[in-house]
T-cell receptor, first 114, second 113 residues
């Protein structure tokens, strides 16, 4: 079965500093990959998704970016963090097939921008 | 696009009672409806799902029902236990190349001992 690794688990960064969060996948090939954020409250906000290497779709314009340099690697980045970037960041994968399945989520990264 | 509404936002029940969380969706083309449980500080975990060709599915104390005509689906937890306390998310899937899930806003379930 597929597994998803996300690190670091917690991160405290100053405003204006860069960010790089990494997500790697095992046990599957060519999954769809997603970055979500949970800010205050419980809602899951979709930030980016990728259907393949180098293919990134952005759902919400902001100072974050994503890249997929390899099939099983998905990276969330920022050149300069804002206070509003604080939150719980989740990577997820979805294996398409018949029948369709749901997402598998990583364990998340708690980012605090100070 | 798809819109999923989830109610209630918070739910408290006594241990041993049942809990019901309801969701409605907007797009009749949606055909896959998973439920996730998120414990504090962790990523959501899939607990049960249902597809549009099925009206009900049960897994031990957890069951999900789907009413395609009314476009709503529900999660039922019987004989609740303190470890059931968590945030629960419903979701719906539309067709399309990205096959995205649209999530409800979540329900904080608290099971009181």
């Amino acid at each position: 079965s597929q597994t998803i690794h996300q690190w670091p688990a917690t991160l405290v960064q100053p405003v204006g500093s860069p960010l790089s969060l990494e997500c790697t996948v095992e046990g599957t090939s060519n999954p769809n990959l997603y970055w979500y954020r949970q800010a205050a409250g419980r809602g899951l906000q979709l930030l980016f998704y990728s259907v393949g290497i180098g293919q990134i779709s952005s759902e919400v314009p902001q100072n974050l970016s994503a890249s997929r340099p390899q099939d099983r690697q998905f990276i969330l980045s920022s050149k300069k963090l804002l206070l509003s970037d604080s939150g719980f960041y989740l990577c997820a994968l979805r294996v398409l097939g018949i029948p369709e399945g749901g997402y598998t989520f990583g364990s998340g990264t708690r980012l605090t921008v100070v | 696009g798809e819109n999923v509404e989830q109610h209630p936002s918070t739910l408290s029940v006594q241990e041993g009672d049942s809990a019901v969380i309801k969701c409605t969706y907007s797009d009749s083309a949606s055909n896959y409806f998973p439920w996730y449980k998120q414990e504090l500080g962790k990523g959501p975990q899939l607990i049960i799902d249902i597809r549009s060709n099925v009206g009900e599915k049960k897994d031990q104390r957890i069951a999900v029902t789907l009413n395609k005509t009314a476009k709503h689906f529900s999660l039922h937890i019987t004989e609740t236990q303190p470890e059931d306390s968590a945030v629960y998310f419903c979701a719906a899937s539309l067709g399309g190349s990205a096959r995205q899930l649209t999530f409800g806003s979540g329900t904080q379930l608290t099971v009181l001992p």
